[in-house]
């Protein structure tokens, strides 16, 4: 059973920083591209980043330079590492895993004051 649970999330002036955690259960971790994905109110989830089993990162272009998502394997954990937030990152963030069928994580809030 694919566990996903995400920490770190939190309210934090514009121009700072944090960092999101998705600790995940079962062994198809280092197998697995993984991603965060995020939504707003009143707007559709979105991806935000993502990397592939062997490292591979791509990002929005609405977070390029400011975010980094990477992977621990052996801690089974996936971070995103946000700098130079902004009111606009203001959503719930949710950890996936690209299985066959995605999973998702319950999601951690970002909110992000000017």
């Known amino acids: 059973q694919v566990q996903l649970v995400e920490s770190g999330g939190g309210l934090v002036q514009a121009g700072g920083s944090l960092r999101l955690s998705c600790a995940a259960s079962?062994?198809?971790?280092?197998?697995?591209?993984m991603g965060w994905h995020r939504q707003a109110p009143g707007k559709q989830r979105e991806l935000v980043a993502q990397?592939?089993?062997?490292?591979?990162?791509n990002y929005a272009d609405s977070v390029k330079g400011r975010f980094t998502i990477s992977r621990d394997n052996a801690k089974n954990t996936l971070y995103l590492e946000m700098n130079s937030l902004k009111p606009e990152d203001t959503a719930v963030y949710y950890c996936a895993a690209f299985l066959v069928r995605t999973s998702w994580g319950q999601g951690t809030q970002v909110t992000v004051s000017s």
């Open positions: 079962g062994t198809f971790f280092r197998f697995t591209g």
């Open positions: 990397i592939s089993s062997g490292g591979t990162t």
